[in-house]
Each structure stands twice: as structure tokens, then as C-alpha cells.
């Protein structure tokens, strides 16, 4: 067995690919014919679920190669798994990991009223310069239709990630009723490829003596050759440059990404003495044979057992920063906080995150023989931060309980902003406004992104809290 290398590329995990040889199998590079004709691919599933996975011990020895890919894969999965999923076009799912997607560049989250099959659709944000800017569209935004179709249960899935142009029918929210009724506005925006840069909006803001930075953060993406890294760096450098003394990070969306981007931020943010002194940032636990090997041969500090900060051009030398998390705040995003809280005050805003303190490779079929399209994104490891924090199944609690009503909502980086006026509560010790939580007339729910794109199959087991929204 070759020596196992790691890279780092990723997705909506704590992510990374591997590269590696693997010699104890071989895959057939004949007809499958005799074995089923889904056998090439379902082996190399086997061969890899069997070596990474991290309930590898539940993986068959027998390869069924009469079944579909995805339902053999499933097949293999631990019942309480609820991450791993494949897509039959690993192109565009390493796409979307680099920040390309198709799409009107702008981020949905789905409701139901109670009592009605109708579903609508409210606008979280809209990233700057793409169609869906440019037609007008705008944070708070609710669709009630698109291409005259009205939404429901049953087609609001095809509709919304259609990839025709589409016109969208407008609602409008009363807070005197609290209800939505509809409009006659509607908006035509027309989809292509687009890079999508996650650093929607940063601003400073000035309150007494603080300047306070703020940056919304979509997803944790490396980009094409680190380019979005770049655009992180750069915007921190900014805010050393204004003078910035106070960060908020918004993570209320983000699903997470790339390690290597969780921490690339985290060097900037941590004390100057962690960064210096190598201190641990996060460790990772594998299934037993394949921690065991990465003991034996790259030893216990190895960067594949233990990630450790490091010292970065830019630190912005805080005492301490504020996370806004809803239940979207989940993976790299909980990462982030938690293994920056071992070090400094960490001062999270919202409500709780979404509890996943697992990662995973990205395994493509694109360069074995015979080559195919699938592409299996498995669960590999359960990460801790250095005080061994880790299984937060329910998420993590927030210091602050402030509730988001998204129907309701105000500019990115508006000081109205519910989440924002509690952190400059916290800043001037100056009361702005009273938060008042009241029971919602909707509800959110699950994001069906993972059932469309590029064919993603998933089983979707229930949980025993909210949705990630």
C-alpha cells in the first residue's frame, strides 16, 4: 500500500480529497456484463467506503453489481449517517465546489405556511453583479411563482432549480396581518455559469470609539488558484487597515467548505501568540485501520491528525469576535468557532448552529479504468477542537438567543438588524432596541438543493430538531 497523501479540496463538509493508490482490491477492467452491469462502479464504491469510510466495519465484503449506484451506495451507509451522499456528475459537483454554479446568483430559503400546500420562497441574499442583482432583486424578496406556476409542495423543487430563464411572481408581507398576499411584480432573471464570490457584503461600522468590521461569509471555498482566499485576505487587510478593533463574521447561511478556508480566516483572527506558537486547531479522528496507518507512517502531528494555526501576514490582533449562526450555520462554520474558542472570547449570535462535527473526501471515478461520472462523498472523520469538543449533535448554543424572522428581513449589514443590535448592544453597552421573540406564522424548510444538483442521491433521514433554516 502506497503512502497516503492528503489534499485539501473540498465541500459543504470540513473537506478534503485524498490521492491515493489503492493496491489491496483491483477493479475489474473488463465486461461486467456477468456481474451485473453496475459492477465496475459499485466495486470502486466498495473499495473506497471499505478504506475511508468512517463506519467502514458496516461496508459488505460482496459486491452487488445488479443495482443501481445510488441504492447500492445507500445500501452501505450507517443508519445514522445523515452526510454522505454521491452525484452521478463528479464535473459538476467539483464545479460547485470551486465556486462555479449555474444559477440567477441568488440564495433561497423555502416556507410553508401552516394548513396550506403552498410553498414560497424568501430571497437571503443576493450576490453583487449577477442577474439577480442587476433585475433588482433584494434580501427579503418572497416568491409565490415562477413561469406563471404557482408553488407547492409538489413542483417547487423542479421549478426553483430549473435551468431556463425565469420570471418570478412577488409577494408582499404584512406585518398587521402577518400574512403574505400577492402582488402583481414580477421580476424575469436569466441563469448561466457563474463564479460566486462567498464574500457577499463587508462594511464598517462606527460606534463610539469601535470600529466594528462586519463581513457576510456564504460558504467556506477555496476558489479557482485560492482566488476567493484572496478575496478573504484582502478584505481583512482592509479592516486592519481602518482601524477595525471588533469583527463580526456572518455565518447565518453558511453550510460550511473547505478547511482550507476556515483556516486561512482563523489565522488572521486568533491572538498573535496562538498563531506564533503552532497551537492546535482542530484534530481528526478516522475509522480505526486508516488513524492507525496515519500514525504509522506520518506519526501523531501529522496535518492529517492535527491541523495547527499559523502565523499569517494579517492578524488583526482581537480579543475577541462575534459569530452570527442560525441552524443554516453548520460544518466549517462550526469548526471555525470551535476551534478558535479554546483560545479566545468567542462570542456567537443567533440561534444554534446545525451540529455536524463530521468531514469528508470527495472520491471521483474520472481517473480509474474504466473511467465514469460518479462521483461519492463519504463520511471519513469526526473532528474535535484542542479541548476535544466535538458531538454537538443539537449544535452550538449561542451565547446570545436572537431570532431571525427572515420575512422581516433588512439589508446585509444593517444596524436594524436584530442579530447585529445585539453584538453593538454587547459593543456600547447601549440598549438599542428590545428584542421581542415571537411564535413565526411559517415555518422553514429543508434547502432540496441536495436532491438537484448534478442528480445528487441522498437519503434524507428526519432529526429531532428544526431544519437547517
Not at 126 to 150: C, H, M, S, W
Not at 324 to 342: D, H, K, R, W
Not at 413 to 442: H, S
Amino acid at each position: 500500500m502506497s503512502t497516503l497523501k492528503l489534499k485539501n479540496y473540498s465541500l459543504l463538509l470540513v473537506l478534503i480529497i485524498p490521492f491515493l493508490t489503492l493496491s489491496c482490491k483491483k477493479s475489474s477492467t473488463g465486461p461486467d456484463n456477468e456481474q451485473g452491469p453496475y459492477f465496475n462502479v459499485n466495486q470502486w464504491m466498495n473499495v473506497n467506503m471499505d478504506f475511508y469510510y468512517f463506519w467502514n466495519d458496516e461496508v459488505p465484503e460482496e459486491v452487488d453489481g445488479t443495482i443501481l449506484p445510488q441504492t447500492y451506495f445507500n445500501s452501505m451507509l450507517n443508519s445514522e449517517d445523515e452526510f454522505s451522499f454521491m452525484s452521478d456528475d463528479a464535473e459538476a459537483l467539483l464545479n460547485d465546489l470551486q465556486g462555479s454554479s449555474f444559477s440567477a446568483g441568488f440564495s433561497a430559503a423555502f416556507g410553508a405556511f401552516s394548513g396550506t400546500d403552498d410553498i414560497f420562497i424568501i430571497v437571503e441574499y443576493v450576490y453583487p453583479g449577477t442577474p439577480a442583482d442587476e433585475a433588482g432583486f433584494k434580501r427579503g424578496d418572497i416568491i409565490l411563482a415562477i413561469n406563471g406556476q404557482r408553488l407547492n409542495r409538489d413542483n417547487y423543487v423542479d421549478l426553483y432549480y430549473q435551468e431556463s430563464d425565469a420570471t418570478y411572481l412577488l409577494g408582499a408581507y404584512d406585518a398587521e396581518s402577518d400574512a403574505i398576499s400577492e402582488t402583481d411584480s414580477t421580476v424575469m432573471v436569466s441563469k448561466s455559469q457563474l463564479v460566486l464570490n462567498p464574500v457577499v457584503h463587508t462594511s464598517v461600522i462606527e460606534k463610539g470609539n469601535s470600529k466594528i468590521g462586519y463581513m457576510f461569509y456564504a460558504k467556506f471555498l477555496n476558489g479557482a488558484n485560492d482566488s476567493f482566499i484572496e478575496v478573504v485576505d484582502q478584505t481583512l487587510e482592509d479592516f486592519q487597515s481602518q482601524g477595525v478593533n471588533e469583527l463580526i463574521i456572518d455565518l447565518r447561511y453558511n453550510g460550511g467548505g473547505t478547511i482550507a478556508s476556515a483556516v486561512n480566516i482563523a489565522n488572521s483572527i486568533a491572538p498573535v501568540s496562538t498563531t506564533a506558537n503552532e497551537d492546535i486547531f482542530v484534530k481528526y479522528q478516522y475509522n480505526s485501520a486508516l488513524h492507525n496507518k496515519l500514525l504509522e507512517e506520518e506519526g501523531a502531528d501529522s496535518p492529517n491528525l492535527v491541523l495547527r494555526f499559523s502565523e499569517d501576514p494579517v492578524n488583526l490582533g482581537l480579543d475577541r469576535v462575534f459569530f452570527l449562526t442560525t441552524s443554516g450555520s453548520a460544518s466549517a462554520s462550526e469548526l471555525l468557532i470551535n476551534g478558535l474558542a479554546p483560545y479566545m472570547d468567542v462570542v456567537t449570535v443567533g440561534t444554534p448552529t446545525f451540529g455536524k462535527f463530521y468531514g469528508s473526501f470527495v472520491l471521483t471515478g474520472q481517473s480509474v479504468t474504466p473511467s465514469h461520472s460518479y462521483a461519492i462523498v463519504p463520511v471519513v472523520l469526526k473532528y474535535a477542537n484542542a479541548n476535544g469538543v466535538t458531538d454537538f449533535r443539537d449544535g452550538l448554543a449561542p451565547d446570545y438567543e436572537v431570532q431571525e424572522d427572515i420575512v422581516q428581513a433588512v439589508a446585509l449589514g444593517d444596524t436594524t438588524d436584530p442579530m447585529i443590535g445585539k453584538v453593538l448592544e454587547i459593543v456600547t453597552g447601549d440598549q438599542t432596541a428590545k428584542t421581542v421573540r415571537r411564535t413565526l406564522p411559517y415555518r422553514l424548510l429543508d434547502d432540496p438543493v441536495e436532491l438537484k444538483k448534478g442528480n445528487i442521491f441522498k437519503v434524507k433521514k428526519p432529526r429531532s430538531k428544526p431544519s437547517k433554516f
